[in-house]
């Protein structure tokens, strides 16, 4: 079955950049979206069809998509961004996860 | 506003039955497929299952495979999953999702409801 990998854990500074890749087989082939879960909330979209932004998302977050790895960058990473964040991408008929990375804002 | 409202969580013994619903509004149903995703206590989200827009298409994890069914009332703005055979790795947060396209396969998950905690123990 098709596995999307992720770091369980970054560090950033306020107002630093931050990025979280997304590994999986031939993944720039596909389209990644990402997704933000503040503890005890729903999860929000924050990228989808590798580079998009959902209306309300900050200009701050982008994505790109290339070859085995998708990155999801936070530009000027704010104390609101510390949050788990997502990788999902489409294996035929089935969508997959990746395991999730813990964003500290320090 | 823009909605998704789980409903039908519960405590269940292994081996019973239990039906979510998720109730829509804010936002035309009909033309959007959509799924369930589910998240174990202290763990990452797990996709389970997909329906496409008129009900037509339908796939499932493989965990999921075989004991889960989905299903939509378009007329009533609500999907539905039956889950049978409950196990006790079922345990999780189900969420339901709106996706961003009419197919059962493909688009992004844009709109989450607040899920509806499952939880199996005997």
């Known amino acids: 079955s098709y596995e999307l990998t992720q770091p369980p854990s970054v560090s950033v500074s306020p107002r630093q950049p931050a990025s979280i890749t997304c590994s999986g087989d031939?993944?720039?082939?596909?389209?990644a979206s990402w997704y933000q879960q503040k503890p005890g909330q729903s999860p929000v979209l924050v990228i989808y069809?590798?580079?998009k932004r959902p209306s309300g998302i900050p200009e701050r977050f982008s994505g790109s998509n290339s070859g085995n790895t998708a990155t999801l960058t936070i530009s000027g990473t704010q104390t609101m961004d510390e949050a788990d964040y997502y990788c999902q991408a489409w294996d035929s008929s089935t969508a997959v996860f990746g395991g999730g990375t813990k964003l500290t804002v320090l | 506003q823009v909605q998704l409202v789980e409903s039908g969580g519960g405590v269940v013994q292994p081996g019973r039955s239990l039906r979510l619903s998720c109730a829509a509004s804010g936002f035309t149903f009909s033309p959007y497929a959509m799924h369930w995703v589910r998240q174990a206590p202290g763990k990452g989200l797990e996709w389970v299952a997909v329906?496409?827009?008129?009900?037509?298409?339908?796939y499932f994890a493989d965990s999921v495979k075989g004991r889960f069914t989905i299903s939509r009332d378009n007329s009533k703005n609500t999907l539905y999953v039956q889950m049978n055979n409950l196990r006790l790795e079922d345990t999780a947060v189900y969420y339901c999702?709106?996706?961003?396209?009419?197919?059962?396969?493909?688009?992004?998950?844009?709109?989450w409801g607040q899920g509806t905690m499952v939880t199996v123990s005997s």
């Open positions: 999702a709106k996706a961003s396209v009419g197919v059962a396969s493909g688009g992004a998950f844009d709109i």
């Open positions: 069809q590798d580079t």
């Open positions: 329906i496409s827009s008129d009900g037509s298409d339908s």
């Open positions: 031939n993944l720039g082939d596909k389209y």
